[in-house]
């Protein structure tokens, strides 16, 4: 590196910066200590920013892979395996802490991810390969973990959020939310968990979605009270509870996956699959106002190796105009949005079980956790 230093020591600085800005954030971490020009570049908020930028242009691959101990009365230590990989490079690591069982893993849609072991949360910055465990949340009577995790970038903070039963009566529920804060360097101390004053209206069913500063959920289905009130929302700056309506879908097939996800920056209503294999993706353009939008029309079809009575289709994200879908086959297809055609990704050994999210690297330092 110091042999690289001196030979970009007579470059215009718009140069240095532009060069240094390609590089992986623990790579520039080391870099900080080959110069005291690099560490003020490193440093200088010019250059996050252009950091910044330049990852959200070129988003990483996150995979995990784990055992699938589900053996109750198994307390052995699991270690996952992650794969970190873009067009440049892989990275191979693991993580250990975690008790033998399923680990559930929450994208943020950024950098962090949350993941989920026997009722506990653990953050985890594939930037820094680093991990922590956060403070416990409330017990839920009905033994479930119905969570979302964002990234609020004109805070420059994450949000989890967890929603917990309080009734003990197991044919009705009382769901109550408790959010907790993660700021960039802070202390994580044993009261960091905030419970709201609303109570959530009805169970939800899978992993919050952040858009417009909201989390979104689609409601359990033994919950729903009518098919226009299918999906409720959590303001992060009022903390109340709202409906919004359900987009129309094409059709219900027994099996049919209706799920949200966050796409450029808009909450998007995927509904897969109607009669004939089509994947409906619907945008809430105006979330004030409760109007979607269906933008895209998917031709299953199309996809090598679909079958409509087995094939699960998930969309993980957008990326250089296409969208990045998983369907149960062992590499991702690249579905075109203009020209409406899919690409198949190189051969990742994808298991069903495989967890898979698309993040964007940065500096933002998980902090320590302070249990006292």
């Not at 395996?81 to 943020?108: D, N, Q, R």
């Amino acid at each position: 590196m110091r042999k690289l230093n001196a030979e970009m020591g007579c470059l215009p600085s718009e140069i240095k910066f532009n060069i240094l800005s390609r590089l992986p954030v623990r790579m520039l971490c080391r870099c900080k200590s080959v110069s005291k020009d690099w560490l003020q570049i490193i440093s200088d908020p010019y250059f996050l920013k252009l950091h910044q930028e330049q990852s959200k242009r070129n988003k990483q691959l996150l995979l995990l892979n784990q055992g699938l101990g589900d053996d109750e009365d198994d307390t052995r230590p699991q270690f996952v395996h992650f794969l970190a990989t873009s067009l440049e490079k892989e990275v191979h690591f693991g993580l250990g802490g975690f008790i033998c069982g399923y680990v559930y893993m929450i994208p943020s849609g950024h950098d962090l991810i949350c993941l989920i072991n026997r009722g506990h949360f653990h953050i985890f910055s594939p930037s820094f390969i680093k991990g922590i465990r956060l403070p416990q949340a409330k017990l839920s009577n009905c033994l479930e973990m119905d969570a979302g995790f964002g990234y609020i970038p004109s805070q420059n903070e994450y949000k989890l959020v967890h929603m917990f039963d309080v009734n003990p009566n197991p044919f009705a529920y009382s769901i109550k939310c408790e959010i907790l804060t993660l700021t960039d360097g802070g202390t994580i101390g044993a009261d960091a968990w905030k419970e709201i004053k609303q109570e959530c209206p009805f169970k939800v069913s899978g992993w919050g979605v952040l858009a417009n500063n909201k989390f979104y959920w689609i409601v359990s289905v033994v919950c729903t009270p009518c098919e226009e009130q299918s999906i409720v929302s959590l303001d992060l700056e009022t903390e109340t509870f709202d409906f919004i309506p359900h987009p129309h879908y094409v059709s219900y097939l027994e099996g049919n996956d209706m799920f949200l996800v966050e796409l450029k920056g808009q909450l998007c209503f995927i509904d897969t699959f109607a009669y004939p294999p089509v994947t409906d993706i619907w945008v809430l353009v105006d979330p004030v106002r409760k109007i979607w939008v269906k933008e895209h029309r998917i031709d299953l079809t199309m996809l090598q190796g679909f079958d409509d009575e087995q094939t699960q289709v998930l969309i993980h994200g957008y990326e250089n105009g296409e969208l990045v879908i998983s369907s149960q086959q062992k590499s991702l297809e690249f579905y075109d949005t203009r020209r409406k055609i899919f690409r198949k990704g190189e051969d990742l050994n994808l298991l069903w079980h495989t967890g898979i999210c698309l993040y964007t690297e940065s500096f933002f330092s998980l902090g320590i956790v302070d249990s006292g």
